[in-house]
């Protein structure tokens, strides 16, 4: 069956550490996101990254679609990143819809 | 240019009881996704909409559920009547026209909760 799965499923961190977030999905993929969900429950656009890598400030992410799967990494964490990290897909022979892993839920700590 | 919003944000009714949750979709994206995260489990497609025609709606739970697209610009989910196991969070995503590979962008999302 289809499969998005996250790792690690939680992290605690201390401010200012880095961490990687992976994301391995079952099937080659015609989209590949990363969200950050927000205490308030907003899902933010963090990267749109069906392959290759991207880079945004303190963040950065690498899909390597033909080994299926995705990184996020957070560089020089703060508190204002903690929260819910999902990788959403768009699987190439399904639907045209997202399936999401379990998520990431990331506690920086001052 | 603004983004995709939902109304209400958070919404609380009784077991039994109608809601209907809006998305306004960014200007100009014909694709308009549905989608909710209940119980703390991972977020599932309900449906997908292009322009006002119904494209999948293989993820709507059951017969409660009527999602309208009038006009092709605005969605509305309507719940009727809402069960305790419809509470969670309700989001609505757009993305344009061109293909499978672009990008979509999601609201902030609707809390309803059924007490």
């Known amino acids: 069956g289809i499969q998005v799965e996250q790792s690690p499923p939680d992290l605690i961190l201390q401010e200012g550490a880095n961490s990687t977030l992976r994301c391995n999905f079952s099937?080659?993929?015609?989209?590949l996101q990363w969200f950050h969900q927000n205490p308030w429950g907003q899902l933010i656009n963090l990267f749109y990254i069906p392959s290759g890598t991207k880079q945004n400030g303190r963040l950065s992410a690498t899909t390597v679609a033909t080994e299926r799967y995705s990184l996020l990494y957070i560089s020089s964490s703060q508190t204002t990143d903690s929260g819910v990290y999902f990788c959403?897909?768009?699987?190439?022979?399904?639907?045209?819809?997202?399936?999401f892993g379990t998520g990431t839920s990331l506690t920086v700590i001052p | 240019e603004a983004g995709v919003t939902q109304f209400p944000s958070h919404s609380v009714i009784e077991k039994g009881q109608t809601v209907t949750l809006r998305c306004d979709p960014i200007?100009?994206?014909?694709?308009l996704y549905w989608y909710r995260r209940v119980m703390g489990k991972e977020i599932k497609f309900l449906l997908h909409?292009?322009?006002?025609?119904?494209?999948?709606e293989s993820g709507m739970p059951n017969n409660r559920f009527l999602a309208e697209r009038t006009g092709g610009t605005y969605s509305t989910l309507k719940v009727q009547p809402a069960e305790l196991e419809d509470s969670g969070v309700y989001f609505c995503?757009?993305?344009?026209?061109?293909?499978?590979?672009?990008?979509?962008?999601f609201g902030q999302g609707t809390r309803l909760t059924v007490v």
């Open positions: 995503a757009s993305s344009s026209l061109g293909g499978r590979n672009t990008e979509a962008f």
């Open positions: 959403a897909v768009d699987l190439m022979n399904t639907g045209n819809q997202f399936y």
């Open positions: 909409f292009v322009k006002e025609s119904k494209q999948d």
């Open positions: 099937d080659s993929v015609n989209n």
């Open positions: 200007s100009g994206h014909d694709n």
